[in-house]
């Protein structure tokens, strides 16, 4: 079990931020799914493979499933690789940590990707917390805040500590 620390709780981004995460996250996962359509198409009427048909043949299940794992790898590369941050969280200044205060691991990040899909996750927002965040232990903070209250409690703990130049 992870240490809770309530500093994590106290910059907890906003429902709106969320929101605008959410949506400026959900409109390049479309422009993905329209880039990844027409190369199927293009690889399909050059090769009449019907193994490259992705997208406009394969029916409503397989369109949710390829939707799906796309939406997986979206999300897990971009926490992972960038600490934290989509593009939607660039654009809030938000970020994703550990409720101890930590970078999330790798299980952490997959777990919080894994959990988006589930049809109807982005109603357990009406809670306390998405099952994304609450499931794996993990926030969404207002990074810029987050650090501004971290660094003045470091100052206050270090007064009076020798000071090695």
Sequence with gaps: MR???????RHKASLGTRFVNNLIDTIILM???II???LSTIIYNLTFNNFFFFFNN????WDVFVGAVVAVIYFFLWEYYTDGKTPGK???GTKVISIDGTRPTTKQYLSRS????????AFTFFGSEGWHDGMTDTRVINYKNYETERQAKSEID???AKEIA
């Excluded at 394969?58 to 299940?61: A, K, L, N, R």
């Excluded at 894994?114 to 996750?121: A, D, K």
């Design 36 to 38: 990844l359509g027409i």
């Design 114 to 121: 894994l959990y988006r899909v589930i049809p109807f996750e």
């Design 58 to 61: 394969g029916g409503f299940i």
């Design 31 to 33: 422009i993905i799914h």
């Design 3 to 9: 240490k809770y620390l309530q500093i994590v709780d």
């Design 158 to 160: 270090n007064i009076g």
């Design 90 to 92: 660039y654009v809030t």
